[in-house]
């Protein structure tokens, strides 16, 4: 079974998109060894995956990455506040919990979900 282990976030410019996760999420965001223009993303404790974000010269297919956030309306706020933009209305889905589409400073889409609370 295939699991997945690391998500890589394609920018025009990755010095703007990494302001934006800091912003937005408290991301860590450091530069990598190699390649140039690629920075690693520790996206917090527990469970879950880390991250990184590279120049659209390595690759240009971007990937919807599913971000769990506490607090749904409060992380649009800030991604807005942080240059991103709603993508769509909020859904909610019985037993999955609250979700929405943002798109970042790059026009990367990125998923958030907000869960219910016994799947915290």
């Known amino acids: 079974m295939g699991r997945i282990i690391h998500v890589e976030i394609?920018?025009?410019?990755?010095?703007?998109?990494a302001g934006f996760y800091r912003s937005v999420f408290g991301?860590?965001?450091t530069p990598a060894p190699v390649p140039e223009r690629y920075l690693l993303a520790r996206t917090g404790p527990g469970e879950?995956?880390?991250a990184a974000i590279m120049s659209n010269r390595y690759q240009s297919q971007p990937a919807i990455a599913w971000i769990g956030v506490d607090d749904l309306d409060q992380t649009l706020a800030a991604a807005r506040d942080a240059g991103?933009?709603?993508v769509g209305e909020i859904q909610e889905l019985p037993?999955?919990?609250r979700l929405s589409y943002v798109?970042?400073?790059e026009g990367v889409l990125i998923g958030l979900r907000q869960a219910v609370p016994n799947d915290r």
């Not at 394609?10 to 998109?17: S, W």
């Open 103 to 105: 798109r970042d400073t």
């Open 27 to 29: 991301w860590e965001v």
């Open 84 to 86: 991103g933009e709603q």
């Open 48 to 50: 879950g995956i880390d």
């Open 10 to 17: 394609v920018a025009e410019d990755h010095d703007r998109a």
């Open 95 to 97: 037993g999955v919990g």
